[in-house]
């Protein structure tokens, strides 16, 4: 079966740009999207398609793909920005669908 | 804006089966969404359960595929989950989402969560 690995935590200093990325087999046909969540809330979708953000969505977020690899960028982190974010995407091929296994973002 | 609204019993005894509702408002059943289900056990990550489409048409996570059911009430603008055989390890959060697909894939509506604990 597809599976999607992150690194388990990342940090960042407060202002400072960090990627946070995603591999799996599963981008074939499908981009990855990405989910920021916070202590108590449901996960929040922040980017999808080849680079797409929700409204709401602050543009210092932005999404990439090579390859096997999809990544998520927070140009000039904030404080706010500290979560746990989820890479996700469907396999065209068996219609499942898979979550990485999540990377604790702190911003210092 | 769609909004989804989980509910369902909080507790479940080992071996029994877990059932969960949730309600679309602010949209219908039977546009183009998949609608899902996600579960997050207490401190770990995320676990897609299975979807199903208006049609009737479901996918399931093959790790849980024969404990799980996913349906679909159009009459009601609802769908619903049943796991079967329930342990101690399927305590989680779970959600109903909507998914979008197209030429992407993306859950774009989550309800708030509802957590079910499986104890004696």
């Known amino acids: 079966s597809s599976e999607l690995t992150q690194d388990p935590a990342v940090s960042v200093a407060l202002g400072q740009t960090v990627r946070i990325t995603c591999q799996g087999d599963?981008?074939?046909?499908?981009?990855a999207s990405w989910y920021q969540q916070k202590p108590g809330q449901a996960p929040l979708l922040v980017i999808y398609?080849?680079?797409s953000r929700p409204s709401g969505i602050p543009d210092r977020f932005s999404g990439s793909n090579s390859g096997n690899t999809a990544s998520l960028t927070i140009t000039g982190a904030q404080a706010e920005d500290e979560g746990d974010y989820y890479c996700n995407c469907r396999d065209s091929s068996s219609n499942h669908v898979v979550f990485g296994g999540g990377t604790k973002l702190t911003v210092l | 804006q769609v909004r989804l609204q989980e509910s369902g019993p909080g507790l479940v005894k080992p071996s029994e089966t877990l059932s969960l509702t949730c309600a679309v408002s602010g949209g219908s059943i039977s546009s183009s969404n998949w609608w899902s289900w996600v579960r997050q056990p207490p401190g770990k990550g995320l676990e897609w359960i299975g979807e199903?489409?208006?049609?009737?048409?479901?996918n399931y996570n093959p790790s849980l595929k024969s404990r799980v059911t996913i349906s679909v009430d159009k009459s009601k603008n609802q769908f619903s989950l049943k796991l079967s055989s329930v342990t101690a390890a399927d305590t989680a959060l779970y959600y109903c989402v909507a998914a979008y697909s197209s030429s992407s894939y993306f859950f774009d509506y989550w309800g708030q969560g509802t957590l079910v604990s499986v104890s004696s």
């Open positions: 599963s981008f074939r046909s499908y981009f």
């Open positions: 199903i489409y208006h049609s009737g048409s479901t």
């Open positions: 398609g080849k680079n």
